[in-house]
Nanobody
Framework: QVELVESGGGSVQPGGTLRISCTTAGYPYNFNCMGWFRQAPGKEREGVAAIYSLIPSGESTYYADSVKGRFTISRDSSKNTLYLGMNALKPEDTAMYYC?????????????????WGQGTQVTVSS
């Protein structure tokens, strides 16, 4: 059983910076992809960023157009932690942010492709 636990959300002013984290607890399945999604009230869950593990080594990252150049997905394998660095935040970035992991992810921004989800952390951008 794998558990994902997000942390680091909060309130920030427009133009501000925030970094949220996702720690993996339990048996470390070999996920081929981990991603960040977000969901604002009344809207569908949308993919924000994804990171693939490459064979034999390396990583590949992908971003939604709405966050490209502002957000950075990264991870520290030694800490079993995934990060999402967010710069130049906008009010439209306000949402619940979820961490997700999948073993056989083909469509990186399709929620149904992911096996395991965290409980979410709230990010609010407001003046």
């Amino acid at each position: 059983q794998v558990e994902l636990v997000e942390s680091g959300g909060g309130s920030v002013q427009p133009g501000g910076t925030l970094r949220i984290s996702c720690t993996t607890a339990g048996y470390p399945y070999n996920f081929n992809c981990m991603g960040w999604f977000r969901q604002a009230p009344g809207k569908e869950r949308e993919g924000v960023a994804a990171i693939y593990s490459l064979i034999p080594s390396g990583e590949s990252t992908y971003y939604a157009d709405s966050v490209k150049g502002r957000f950075t997905i990264s991870r520290d394998s030694s800490k079993n932690t995934l990060y999402l660095g967010m710069n130049a935040l906008k009010p439209e970035d306000t949402a619940m942010y979820y961490c997700a992991a999948g073993r056989y992810v083909a469509d990186r921004f399709l929620p149904a492709e992911y096996d395991t989800w965290g409980q979410g952390t709230q990010v609010t951008v407001s003046s």
